[in-house]
């Protein structure tokens, strides 16, 4: 894709349009009816200037053939209107899927994307005293692949889980515990707390004063009030544990977890700096900043309490001085935007984050037929639930496997739980983060395709054609020219696409891409596989070559979204 970039780019100087043409919008087509590459650069240059479309198009590609002709990885170039289709030599595409044979060089060689460059990863993000909800669960896979992604192309990669362990619905809760807590504490499992916090919604509907009970409570552990701290420290160890927990469940590792109340200390110095920066204005005693075009925001309450929005200022103060990041990216449900929208807007009045890029990356809800849930009115569906469901789909799967069913206990509990976890992160993961996506049972353990399990499955199958093979490694391959089949060529191409996706989903936030990708793959390989005999045949070098490319791209696609593959299913 580079190449092409600056081939077209040199083109577009030959022939002196630098000044028509911003940037280079390159798509690789999901239809081989447009190319292995595609770009409608001719279409915004006669936007620009008036000219025709098709004919702009005609003109660059003339350019274009004197200059790919040198470079020699492009077989063909097209128009279609306003459209430059490329065609990629199959000398080329060989050459793609070999590098995926070799992981350790791919990988080295990916590496080198953001050399120098770090981010910080803000994600899962769960809040003390409430068990882990379906809601954070998109937060944490999609916040785990974005930093899978951003690690396999070089960055320096910090993960900083931002847990919620500070803020009212902590008075909230020391008002519940001390009123209906029927015991200490540290007894008390984290379902009960829930409880608690949700008893205390419903009173407080009743009974408004319960409300201002619960402010004064925060203001008192924010003042340092001795009860107050010791029962808030004995709900943070608590939920704690239970995150750890559902973290090594789902085979999730956050680098930092620092959460809320680590910036305690730093949160007068960013009002101060507000105030002296004359970002703030005194509204009813309490300290607010106002925007031409959003609602006012709070920085502190008029009882000198802070906010969730403080703590986020002061959080990327702390960031900027500790690591230096070029990016930070806040996996956070869409809930949010105008806190985000805020957030970054006065950060950037702060003269904070001129120079870096900060990114919201909103996703949707995951619903189930009924409709939203919310910890509040006690309706939520935890994590635990589902997790329980999936493995129980997972099971009656299994027991569908003839290859399965002969495993000895240990490894078919280990196929078991893969396919669990990996189906629902999977189903999470395929979709646009941004979307919200329905919960459906069939579709997550479906071995037909779209799911997870159907891409593990196929990985599986791919790895057993490579264990029956005397095959081994083959390095510059050939293809046997003239003989490569629809087939194969279909696969080729899904193959050498591999590497623009990982850099296009890291570029746009996007883990679909991947998980879009691993099913074209695998569906491709399940046709070539129908189709073509491997094992045997005189072809089969070239076939367990294919087959081992496309093991490989399933092996690094499924591990970059956090899947684990499964080589017996
Ligand atoms: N704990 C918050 C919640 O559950 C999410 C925190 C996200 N990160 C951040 N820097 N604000 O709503």
């Given at each position: 894709?580079?190449?092409?970039?600056?081939?077209?780019?040199?083109?577009?100087k030959?022939?002196?349009?630098?000044?028509e043409?911003?940037?280079?919008?390159?798509?690789?087509?999901?239809?081989?009816?447009?190319?292995?590459?595609?770009?409608?650069?001719?279409?915004?240059?006669?936007?620009?200037?008036?000219?025709?479309?098709?004919?702009?198009?005609?003109?660059?590609?003339?350019?274009?053939?004197?200059?790919?002709?040198?470079?020699?990885?492009?077989?063909?170039?097209?128009?279609?209107?306003?459209?430059?289709?490329?065609?990629?030599?199959?000398?080329?595409?060989?050459?793609?899927?070999?590098?995926?044979?070799?992981?350790?060089?791919?990988?080295?060689?990916?590496?080198?994307?953001?050399?120098?460059?770090?981010?910080?990863?803000?994600?899962?993000?769960?809040?003390?005293?409430?068990p882990?909800?379906?809601?954070?669960?998109?937060?944490?896979?999609?916040?785990?692949?974005?930093y899978?992604?951003?690690?396999?192309?070089?960055?320096?990669?910090?993960?900083?889980?931002?847990?919620?362990?500070?803020?009212?619905?902590?008075?909230?809760?020391?008002?519940?515990?001390?009123?209906?807590?029927?015991?200490?504490?540290?007894?008390?499992?984290?379902?009960?707390?829930?409880?608690?916090?949700?008893?205390?919604?419903?009173?407080?509907?009743?009974?408004?004063?319960?409300?201002?009970?619960?402010?004064?409570?925060?203001?008192?552990?924010?003042?340092?009030?001795?009860?107050?701290?010791?029962?808030?420290?004995?709900?943070?160890?608590?939920?704690?544990?239970?995150?750890?927990?559902?973290?090594?469940?789902?085979?999730?590792?956050?680098?930092?977890?620092?959460?809320e109340?680590?910036?305690?200390?730093?949160?007068?110095?960013?009002?101060?700096?507000?105030?002296?920066?004359?970002i703030?204005?005194?509204s009813?005693?309490a300290?607010?900043?106002?925007?031409?075009d959003?609602?006012?925001?709070?920085?502190?309450?008029?009882?000198?309490?802070?906010?969730?929005?403080?703590?986020?200022l002061?959080?990327?103060?702390?960031?900027?001085?500790?690591?230096?990041?070029?990016?930070?990216?806040?996996e956070?449900?869409?809930?949010?935007?105008?806190?985000?929208?805020?957030?970054?807007?006065?950060?950037?009045?702060?003269?904070?984050?001129?120079?870096?890029?900060?990114?919201?990356?909103?996703?949707?809800?995951?619903?189930?037929?009924?409709?939203?849930?919310?910890?509040?009115?006690?309706?939520?569906?935890?994590?635990?639930?589902?997790?329980?469901?999936?493995?129980?789909?997972?099971?009656?799967?299994?027991?569908?496997?003839?290859?399965?069913?002969?495993?000895?206990?240990?490894?078919k509990?280990?196929?078991?739980?893969?396919?669990?976890?990996?189906?629902?992160?999977?189903?999470?993961?395929?979709?646009?983060?941004?979307?919200?996506?329905?919960?459906?049972?069939?579709?997550?353990?479906?071995?037909?395709?779209?799911?997870?399990?159907?891409?593990?499955?196929?990985?599986?199958?791919?790895?057993?054609?490579?264990?029956?093979?005397?095959?081994r490694?083959?390095?510059?391959?050939?293809?046997?020219?003239?003989?490569?089949?629809?087939?194969?060529?279909?696969?080729?191409?899904?193959?050498?696409?591999?590497?623009?996706?990982?850099?296009?989903?890291?570029?746009?936030?996007?883990?679909?891409?991947?998980?879009?990708?691993?099913?074209?793959?695998?569906?491709?390989?399940?046709?070539?596989?129908?189709?073509?005999?491997?094992?045997?045949?005189?072809?089969e070098?070239?076939?367990?070559?294919?087959?081992?490319?496309?093991?490989?791209?399933?092996?690094?696609?499924?591990?970059?979204?956090?899947?684990?593959?499964?080589?017996?299913?």
């Amino acid at each position: 894709m580079k190449q092409l970039r600056e081939d077209i780019l040199q083109a577009i100087k030959n022939l002196g349009m630098e000044t028509e043409v911003e940037e280079i919008p390159i798509e690789r087509p999901n239809d081989p009816r447009f190319g292995d590459y595609s770009t409608n650069i001719a279409m915004t240059a006669a936007k620009k200037t008036g000219k025709n479309a098709p004919m702009l198009a005609g003109k660059i590609k003339n350019e274009l053939e004197l200059i790919v002709d040198k470079t020699n990885f492009i077989e063909k170039i097209e128009t279609a209107g306003g459209f430059i289709n490329f065609y990629l030599k199959t000398e080329y595409l060989v050459k793609k899927a070999e590098e995926l044979n070799y992981q350790m060089e791919f990988a080295n060689r990916m590496g080198k994307y953001g050399r120098g460059k770090t981010v910080v990863v803000d994600y899962s993000a769960p809040n003390i005293a409430k068990p882990f909800g379906i809601g954070h669960l998109r937060s944490t896979d999609i916040g785990q692949a974005i930093y899978n992604l951003y690690k396999f192309l070089g960055w320096k990669t910090i993960g900083d889980n931002h847990i919620g362990d500070w803020g009212t619905q902590f008075g909230k809760l020391i008002v519940a515990i001390k009123k209906w807590g029927e015991k200490p504490v540290e007894k008390m499992s984290i379902d009960d707390l829930e409880k608690l916090y949700v008893k205390f919604h419903q009173e407080a509907e009743k009974n408004p004063k319960l409300g201002d009970e619960g402010r004064e409570w925060f203001a008192k552990l924010e003042g340092k009030d001795e009860e107050a701290r010791e029962i808030w420290q004995k709900c943070i160890d608590l939920s704690k544990k239970e995150f750890d927990r559902v973290y090594s469940l789902l085979g999730v590792k956050i680098d930092q977890t620092l959460g809320e109340s680590f910036y305690e200390g730093m949160l007068e110095g960013v009002i101060d700096e507000l105030g002296e920066k004359g970002i703030t204005k005194k509204s009813q005693g309490a300290t607010i900043i106002e925007f031409e075009d959003m609602p006012p925001a709070m920085v502190k309450k008029s009882n000198g309490t802070t906010t969730y929005l403080t703590r986020d200022l002061a959080t990327i103060h702390y960031r900027l001085n500790k690591w230096q990041p070029d990016l930070i990216v806040y996996e956070v449900g869409a809930d949010q935007t105008l806190h985000f929208k805020q957030l970054f807007r006065i950060s950037q009045k702060l003269g904070w984050t001129n120079k870096i890029r900060l990114v919201h990356v909103a996703h949707g809800l995951i619903r189930w037929p009924e409709g939203k849930f919310s910890t509040r009115k006690g309706d939520t569906i935890h994590l635990k639930e589902v997790i329980d469901k999936a493995t129980e789909e997972a099971k009656r799967l299994a027991e569908t496997s003839s290859v399965v069913k002969k495993l000895p206990v240990e490894e078919k509990e280990e196929v078991i739980k893969a396919v669990a976890i990996g189906g629902i992160k999977f189903s999470d993961l395929l979709a646009d983060p941004r979307r919200d996506i329905i919960f459906d049972w069939e579709k997550i353990m479906s071995l037909e395709g779209d799911s997870g399990p159907y891409v593990q499955y196929t990985f599986a199958r791919a790895k057993s054609v490579l264990e029956k093979t005397e095959v081994r490694e083959q390095k510059n391959i050939e293809a046997p020219s003239g003989q490569i089949n629809d087939d194969e060529i279909k696969l080729l191409k899904e193959l050498a696409k591999f590497e623009d996706k990982i850099v296009e989903a890291a570029e746009r936030f996007s883990p679909n891409v991947i998980a879009e990708h691993l099913i074209r793959v695998a569906r491709t390989y399940n046709e070539f596989y129908a189709k073509n005999r491997i094992i045997g045949e005189k072809e089969e070098a070239w076939r367990v070559f294919l087959t081992h490319s496309s093991a490989c791209c399933l092996e690094t696609g499924l591990k970059l979204i956090g899947v684990t593959p499964v080589t017996r299913m």
